[in-house]
Protein backbone atom coordinates (compact mmCIF):
# COMPACT_ATOMS: atom_id res chain seq x y z
CA UNK A 1 0.00 0.00 0.00
CA UNK A 2 1.18 3.31 -1.17
CA UNK A 3 2.53 5.55 2.04
CA UNK A 4 -0.25 8.37 1.07
CA UNK A 5 -3.09 5.59 0.79
CA UNK A 6 -2.21 4.84 4.51
CA UNK A 7 -1.71 8.80 5.42
CA UNK A 8 -5.52 9.51 4.09
CA UNK A 9 -6.54 6.23 5.85
CA UNK A 10 -5.88 6.93 9.42
CA UNK A 11 -7.25 11.12 8.85
CA UNK A 12 -10.40 9.22 8.12
CA UNK A 13 -9.87 7.78 11.37
CA UNK A 14 -9.24 10.39 13.07
CA UNK A 15 -11.86 12.14 12.32
CA UNK A 16 -14.70 9.91 12.13
CA UNK A 17 -13.30 8.59 16.02
CA UNK A 18 -14.66 9.72 19.37
CA UNK A 19 -14.03 12.94 19.75
CA UNK A 20 -12.08 14.25 22.71
CA UNK A 21 -14.04 16.92 25.16
CA UNK A 22 -11.73 20.01 25.02
CA UNK A 23 -13.85 22.22 27.16
CA UNK A 24 -14.00 22.78 30.46
CA UNK A 25 -17.80 22.46 32.18
CA UNK A 26 -18.28 24.89 34.31
CA UNK A 27 -19.17 23.61 38.12
CA UNK A 28 -22.75 23.18 39.15
CA UNK A 29 -23.44 25.61 42.25
CA UNK A 30 -26.08 24.81 44.57
CA UNK A 31 -27.90 27.62 46.08
CA UNK A 32 -28.84 28.38 49.56
CA UNK A 33 -32.63 27.96 50.26
CA UNK A 34 -34.07 31.44 50.88
CA UNK A 35 -34.82 30.84 54.84
CA UNK A 36 -31.37 31.14 55.42
CA UNK A 37 -31.32 34.80 54.24
CA UNK A 38 -34.70 36.36 56.22
CA UNK A 39 -33.06 37.87 58.91
CA UNK A 40 -30.19 39.34 56.69
CA UNK A 41 -32.37 41.01 54.17
CA UNK A 42 -31.14 44.44 53.48
CA UNK A 43 -33.28 47.03 54.85
CA UNK A 44 -34.68 49.86 52.68
CA UNK A 45 -33.30 52.78 51.55
CA UNK A 46 -34.05 55.99 53.27
CA UNK A 47 -31.86 58.92 52.64
CA UNK A 48 -30.64 61.10 56.04
CA UNK A 49 -31.27 58.25 58.08
CA UNK A 50 -30.11 55.60 60.18
CA UNK A 51 -31.50 52.05 60.35
CA UNK A 52 -32.02 50.29 64.09
CA UNK A 53 -33.45 47.36 62.96
CA UNK A 54 -36.35 45.56 62.97
CA UNK A 55 -39.02 46.45 66.17
CA UNK A 56 -41.73 44.78 67.53
CA UNK A 57 -44.88 46.77 67.88
CA UNK A 58 -47.46 47.61 70.47
CA UNK A 59 -49.97 50.46 71.36
CA UNK A 60 -51.60 52.58 73.69
CA UNK A 61 -54.76 54.55 74.02
CA UNK A 62 -56.41 56.69 76.08
CA UNK A 63 -59.04 55.25 78.33
CA UNK A 64 -62.48 57.16 78.32
CA UNK A 65 -64.36 57.01 81.70
CA UNK A 66 -67.24 57.09 79.69
CA UNK A 67 -66.82 53.89 78.46
CA UNK A 68 -66.85 52.45 81.69
CA UNK A 69 -69.59 51.93 84.68
CA UNK A 70 -70.37 54.89 86.80
CA UNK A 71 -69.56 52.97 90.01
CA UNK A 72 -67.51 55.59 92.72
CA UNK A 73 -65.38 52.75 94.51
CA UNK A 74 -61.70 53.61 93.79
CA UNK A 75 -60.02 57.47 94.99
CA UNK A 76 -57.74 58.84 92.96
CA UNK A 77 -55.63 61.21 94.08
CA UNK A 78 -53.62 64.26 92.81
CA UNK A 79 -49.95 65.40 93.77
CA UNK A 80 -50.54 67.26 95.95
CA UNK A 81 -52.81 64.65 97.69
CA UNK A 82 -56.42 66.67 96.58
CA UNK A 83 -58.88 63.51 95.47
CA UNK A 84 -59.56 63.82 92.11
CA UNK A 85 -62.55 61.55 92.14
CA UNK A 86 -63.72 58.23 92.40
CA UNK A 87 -63.88 55.72 89.90
CA UNK A 88 -64.77 52.31 88.70
CA UNK A 89 -62.44 49.67 89.50
CA UNK A 90 -61.93 48.63 85.96
CA UNK A 91 -61.35 52.38 84.99
CA UNK A 92 -58.41 52.63 87.54
CA UNK A 93 -56.92 49.39 86.37
CA UNK A 94 -57.03 50.28 82.55
CA UNK A 95 -55.77 53.27 83.37
CA UNK A 96 -52.87 52.59 85.33
CA UNK A 97 -51.91 50.47 82.83
CA UNK A 98 -52.13 53.09 80.00
CA UNK A 99 -51.23 56.07 81.82
CA UNK A 100 -53.60 58.02 80.12
CA UNK A 101 -57.65 58.68 80.19
CA UNK A 102 -60.15 61.59 79.49
CA UNK A 103 -62.47 61.87 82.31
CA UNK A 104 -66.27 62.21 81.78
CA UNK A 105 -65.92 66.23 82.58
CA UNK A 106 -62.72 66.20 79.73
CA UNK A 107 -60.35 66.98 81.41
CA UNK A 108 -56.99 64.68 81.00
CA UNK A 109 -55.12 62.53 83.36
CA UNK A 110 -51.61 61.03 83.19
CA UNK A 111 -50.85 58.68 85.57
CA UNK A 112 -47.49 58.95 87.56
CA UNK A 113 -46.62 55.11 88.49
CA UNK A 114 -43.86 56.31 91.29
CA UNK A 115 -45.57 58.80 93.00
CA UNK A 116 -49.06 56.68 92.48
CA UNK A 117 -50.73 60.16 91.49
CA UNK A 118 -52.57 61.77 89.13
CA UNK A 119 -51.77 64.96 87.01
CA UNK A 120 -54.35 66.83 85.65
CA UNK A 121 -53.20 68.82 82.77
CA UNK A 122 -54.55 69.87 79.01
CA UNK A 123 -52.69 67.59 77.10
CA UNK A 124 -51.25 63.45 78.55
CA UNK A 125 -47.44 63.39 80.04
CA UNK A 126 -44.93 61.60 78.37
CA UNK A 127 -41.11 61.43 79.86
CA UNK A 128 -38.96 64.02 80.22
CA UNK A 129 -41.84 66.88 80.38
CA UNK A 130 -42.81 66.12 76.93
CA UNK A 131 -46.41 66.36 76.01
CA UNK A 132 -47.86 63.42 74.20
CA UNK A 133 -49.72 63.79 70.62
CA UNK A 134 -51.54 61.31 69.50
CA UNK A 135 -50.53 59.20 66.31
CA UNK A 136 -47.20 60.97 66.45
CA UNK A 137 -45.75 60.17 70.12
CA UNK A 138 -44.41 57.12 70.71
CA UNK A 139 -43.09 55.03 74.25
CA UNK A 140 -39.27 53.49 73.72
CA UNK A 141 -36.35 52.02 75.42
CA UNK A 142 -33.85 55.10 76.12
CA UNK A 143 -31.02 52.78 75.57
CA UNK A 144 -32.14 52.08 72.26
CA UNK A 145 -33.61 54.85 70.71
CA UNK A 146 -32.98 58.49 72.82
CA UNK A 147 -35.66 60.01 74.45
CA UNK A 148 -36.62 62.71 71.59
CA UNK A 149 -35.05 61.61 68.40
CA UNK A 150 -37.48 61.78 65.29
CA UNK A 151 -38.09 58.47 64.38
CA UNK A 152 -39.41 56.87 61.21
CA UNK A 153 -41.03 53.72 60.28
CA UNK A 154 -42.09 53.23 56.75
CA UNK A 155 -44.76 50.94 57.27
CA UNK A 156 -47.19 53.71 58.95
CA UNK A 157 -47.38 55.59 55.90
CA UNK A 158 -50.17 53.05 54.54
CA UNK A 159 -51.93 54.02 57.86
CA UNK A 160 -55.20 56.02 57.38
CA UNK A 161 -57.18 57.95 59.89
CA UNK A 162 -59.99 59.64 59.16
CA UNK A 163 -58.83 59.50 55.23
CA UNK A 164 -55.75 60.54 56.05
CA UNK A 165 -52.42 58.27 55.58
CA UNK A 166 -49.96 58.92 58.00
CA UNK A 167 -46.45 60.29 56.81
CA UNK A 168 -44.45 57.63 59.03
CA UNK A 169 -42.76 59.89 61.08
CA UNK A 170 -43.15 59.93 65.20
CA UNK A 171 -40.85 61.38 67.93
CA UNK A 172 -39.49 59.47 70.92
CA UNK A 173 -41.63 60.92 74.03
CA UNK A 174 -42.29 58.60 76.12
CA UNK A 175 -41.11 55.16 77.74
CA UNK A 176 -42.87 52.12 79.45
CA UNK A 177 -42.15 49.42 81.96
CA UNK A 178 -42.83 46.55 79.38
CA UNK A 179 -40.90 48.73 76.27
CA UNK A 180 -37.70 47.10 76.09
CA UNK A 181 -35.18 46.54 73.70
CA UNK A 182 -35.80 46.75 70.23
CA UNK A 183 -39.90 47.74 71.09
CA UNK A 184 -42.33 50.90 70.42
CA UNK A 185 -45.73 51.54 71.47
CA UNK A 186 -47.80 54.24 69.53
CA UNK A 187 -49.83 56.19 71.38
CA UNK A 188 -52.84 55.71 69.13
CA UNK A 189 -55.06 58.16 70.97
CA UNK A 190 -58.75 56.66 70.37
CA UNK A 191 -58.68 53.13 71.25
CA UNK A 192 -60.17 51.93 67.84
CA UNK A 193 -56.79 53.74 65.40
CA UNK A 194 -55.86 50.34 66.72
CA UNK A 195 -57.49 48.97 63.57
CA UNK A 196 -56.52 51.13 60.80
CA UNK A 197 -53.26 49.72 61.97
CA UNK A 198 -53.97 46.50 61.96
CA UNK A 199 -55.80 47.28 58.25
CA UNK A 200 -52.10 48.16 57.13
CA UNK A 201 -50.21 45.15 58.52
CA UNK A 202 -48.81 46.97 61.32
CA UNK A 203 -50.18 44.60 64.10
CA UNK A 204 -50.05 44.16 67.67
CA UNK A 205 -46.54 42.09 68.59
CA UNK A 206 -45.48 42.53 64.76
CA UNK A 207 -42.41 43.68 62.95
CA UNK A 208 -41.73 46.89 61.72
CA UNK A 209 -38.65 48.62 60.47
CA UNK A 210 -37.40 51.98 62.84
CA UNK A 211 -35.01 54.51 61.57
CA UNK A 212 -33.87 58.01 63.22
CA UNK A 213 -33.99 60.52 61.04
CA UNK A 214 -30.37 62.45 61.32
Not at 37 to 60: Q, S
Amino acid sequence: MRKWAVGLLLLSMGCLGPKVQTTVQEPVVQQAPEWLYYDVEPAPDVPNARYLGKFKTTFYWVVEEKDYPKSRSVPLYDQKGKLVGRFSRSFVRDFKREAAARLRDGRCISYLKKANRVLIDSRFLGVNGYKLTELKSIAVDPRVVPIGAKVYIPQAEKVVIHGKPLNGIFRAHDIGSAVKGKHIDVFVGAKENIQAFKSAGMKSLGSVDVYILE
